[in-house]
């Protein structure tokens, strides 16, 4: 999540985990989550990372709106970075 600002990122650590922050109501990176999930998260495979964690128990979750859209961008792949558009 190269472009999340140092605000963004300050406003979910002073959050508890799992939270994760959204734009316009769409959901983003990164998602914190607290120690006791590093376990399990480490034990998941393939791309879905802690997607299913999320999906387990709702309640647990907290969104957080930002005010930029930089939660939508991800690095997956080696042409990604290529494509990201600067900060501001």
Known sequence: MPNAGASSLRGLVRLAAPCLPTWRGRRGNP???ARRFF????????DVGARGRIGDEPDLVCE???????????????????ALKPPG
Do not use: H, K, N, Q
């Open 31 to 33: 998602v914190l989550f």
């Open 39 to 46: 376990a399990e998260i480490r034990a998941t495979s393939g």
């Open 64 to 82: 957080v709106p930002m005010p930029e859209d930089a939660a939508l961008s991800d690095v997956d792949i080696p042409e990604a970075p290529a």
